[in-house]
């Protein structure tokens, strides 16, 4: 059986690294500069503090997805975009790594964990 290629405008992935570089940014700037932003950002990074363990899941499966297209397409990838693809899965990857452990900190110092 010969598979077919869809010719969608819009790709998945790219839709996925921009919609977590936006969580990402929503995410630190909130945590970190918290006069500085908008009251709405920092609504919505309390609402992600409330939901932290859907959001960690969320994320997870949002990272692994990108770190797994990237590293079985890589070599059909053009080189500009295949640079950017494993630049953003590193970033991201860390991004979550450093998330994850913060908000593991402040559930041990918020009294959720034992």
Do not use: C, H, Q
Not at 24 to 51: C, D, G, H, Q, R
Not at 72 to 85: A, C, P, Q, W
């Amino acid at each position: 059986m010969e598979m077919v290629k869809s010719k969608s405008k819009f790709n998945i992935i790219l839709g996925v690294i921009v919609l977590l570089v936006v969580y990402n940014l929503i995410y630190w700037f909130s945590k970190f500069f918290v006069a500085e932003v908008p009251a709405l950002m920092v609504s919505i990074y309390l609402e992600f503090k409330k939901n932290w363990s859907i959001m960690v899941l969320l994320e997870f499966l949002a990272v692994a997805s990108i770190f797994v297209d990237t590293i079985s397409n890589y070599d059909t990838l053009v080189k500009n975009i295949r640079r950017f693809r494993f630049s953003a899965m590193v970033l991201l990857t860390a991004a979550f790594i450093a998330r994850f452990i913060i908000g593991m900190i402040d559930l041990y110092v918020g009294g959720g964990l034992e």
